[in-house]
């Protein structure tokens, strides 16, 4: 068709699309950023193009490599010149992360030597059935407005129906809570209104790293309470590992400003005997442990 010969058209499209798409030089600087590339990273193409890759996404540990890093699909396709794709995780301009799936196509010109790479992303699916999810308990009152989380309230409720169903059929279940460090320097540091900032950092990154059948809640000012049905105590030793693993890595910005956030983790799994106030108590202990002081609030 004529029309796809016209270059003006063929960028419309590539803007328009829901899906992230953009697209680098053999240096991986940045030239083309669509709109789905916005609104899945919360960066503008005025943000973006014109500057690294590497730059802006940076590997999130070092045991993890980024996109742009030896090991991710950018690097591989430019030098490779074959298709890949690579699941990763990146962090979002608000702060926390956000897994997605990568597709890198080399992107050769008329002589078949490579100018550049394409790239093409998604959020995880299951991402996008929990927003769908939580916008539906928001229309109930059961959302933490300040963080987007599930409210004291209804994490409440879960708490006392996994309780329920684990002394009535032995399922296990185990509970693990996210303590925001040194919060009230922070909110002497940066001010009262940035606190939203660190509760959305903190509340997206953990609701991101765990499975789609976890909850997470807020229990305080300072802490989350995350529920993770169908696992037993090892499995929350494991889970609250790699939470804290993630946690390490969370920055948020502040008028022109960026800050690191880190969180404490305590995870215990349930008893079949616990009642609410035994299990927060086995988890208040532990994460006094590991954070004298630093007890969790009282659930009931």
């Not at 004529?2 to 328009?16: F, T, W, Y």
């Not at 490779?80 to 979002?92: C, E, L």
């Not at 196509?105 to 002589?111: L, M, N």
């Not at 991101?208 to 229990?219: E, I």
């Amino acid at each position: 068709m004529r029309v796809l010969e016209n270059p003006g058209i063929l960028q419309a499209i590539l803007e328009s699309l829901h899906s992230g798409v953009y697209f680098v030089g053999r240096d991986q600087k940045i030239l083309f950023w669509n709109e789905g590339a916005e609104r899945i990273t919360g960066y503008l193409s005025q943000d973006v193009v014109g500057h690294y890759c590497c730059d802006l996404f940076p590997a999130p540990s070092e045991d993890q490599p980024g996109v742009c890093q030896i090991g991710g699909a950018l690097a591989a396709v430019l030098r490779d010149g074959r298709p890949a794709y690579s699941d990763i995780a990146i962090r979002h301009r608000a702060g926390h992360q956000v897994f997605l799936r990568v597709w890198a196509t080399p992107i050769r010109g008329d002589d078949g030597v490579i100018v550049g790479a394409s790239e093409s992303f998604d959020e995880d699916r299951t991402s996008r059935e929990s927003d769908r999810r939580r916008r539906k308990l928001d229309e109930h009152g059961c959302v933490d407005q300040a963080s987007g989380v599930l409210s004291f309230g209804y994490i409440r409720t879960v708490l006392k129906e996994c309780l329920l169903t684990s002394a009535e059929h032995g399922l296990p279940f185990s509970i693990a809570c996210v303590r925001i460090d040194r919060l009230p320097e922070l909110r002497a540091q940066y001010g009262p209104v940035a606190l939203r900032g660190i509760l959305h950092a903190v509340a997206e990154t953990v609701t991101n790293s765990l499975r789609p059948t976890d909850c997470v809640g807020r229990l305080d000012d300072e802490t989350f309470l995350a529920i993770l049905p169908e696992c037993n105590a090892i499995e929350a030793d494991h889970a609250a590992v790699c939470l804290q693993n993630v946690a390490r890595h969370m920055t948020v910005k502040w008028w022109g400003d960026e800050f690191q956030v880190t969180a404490t983790i305590a995870a215990v799994g349930a008893e079949r005997s616990d009642t609410m106030e035994s299990l927060m108590a086995r988890v208040d202990a532990r994460m006094a442990r590991l954070a004298p002081g630093a007890g969790t609030p009282a659930i009931r």
